[in-house]
């Protein structure tokens, strides 16, 4: 079964330049999760969808964050413009449904911004 | 709201020797409890949870961890750690009737031969 697939791995960007990333879940999972993890922190979450409505994104900072869920499968997440504090790595993960008790993660989008 | 606090940014120990890593969490209703592991260069695999029933719950690799509900705490332990273990460790709490998942802070968890 393959897992959550992210991209880019790794990126380096200057103060208010604009970013994307993107997830593509596990097949069937109805429910994915955007989530930063600052350095030192443990993760965050900044946006979970079911299917392509959003569920919770009270942690979203939307001045400046903006996430899609294109057709309820793969989904993108966008800084513009970006600040030196959104430094740090942007994990995606996805379930089968909101209460499932087990969520699975890609290995994660390192972002420094400089 | 729940929270959780991880007392320990940092245990190193030696191979084969016992560790345990502590959890603490809050919460004013049930909650679902949960380890996670991110071994480098990883992403975060759920190492075991606790949802009900039994107050130990059991890895596959030799972790165990006691829900212990009057300490509100989840401590991780395994009685002979190898190098192999070495990673950052994640404790997590859900409430049972929401969807969203706290995390610790994490500890790092670095064996030594």
């Known amino acids: 079964e393959a897992g959550v697939a992210q991209s880019p791995r790794y990126k380096i960007i200057e103060k208010r330049q604009s970013v994307a990333f993107w997830c593509n879940p596990i097949?069937?999972?109805?429910?994915l999760y955007w989530y930063q993890q600052i350095l030192g922190q443990g993760p965050k979450l900044l946006i979970q969808?079911?299917?392509?409505?959003?569920?919770?994104d009270s942690q979203l900072p939307k001045d400046r964050f903006s996430a899609e869920r294109l057709k309820g499968v793969d989904s993108t997440l966008k800084i513009q413009p970006a600040k030196l504090e959104d430094s740090a790595v942007y994990l995606c993960?996805?379930?089968?449904?909101?209460?499932?008790?087990?969520?699975?993660f890609g290995q994660g989008t390192r972002l420094t911004v400089v | 709201a729940q929270s959780v606090t991880q007392l320990d940014s940092q245990v190193p120990v030696f191979e084969e020797a016992p560790v345990e890593l502590r959890c603490n969490y809050s919460?004013?209703?049930?909650?679902?409890l949960f380890w996670y592991v991110q071994y480098p260069n990883q992403g975060l695999q759920l190492l075991l949870k606790?949802?009900?029933?039994?107050?130990l719950v059991e890895s596959i690799n030799g972790f165990e961890a006691e829900f212990n509900k009057s300490q509100t705490s989840f401590h991780l332990r395994k009685p002979s750690v190898h190098i192999s273990d070495t990673a950052e460790y994640f404790c997590?709490?859900?409430?049972?009737?929401?969807?969203?998942?706290?995390f610790g802070a994490g500890t790092r968890l670095f064996v030594k031969a």
């Open positions: 993960a996805s379930s089968l449904d909101p209460g499932s008790t087990e969520a699975f």
């Open positions: 097949s069937g999972h109805a429910t």
């Open positions: 969808f079911q299917n392509n409505g959003v569920v919770d």
């Open positions: 919460s004013s209703v049930s909650v679902y």
């Open positions: 606790y949802l009900s029933g039994s107050t």
């Open positions: 997590a709490v859900q409430n049972t009737g929401g969807f969203k998942t706290i």
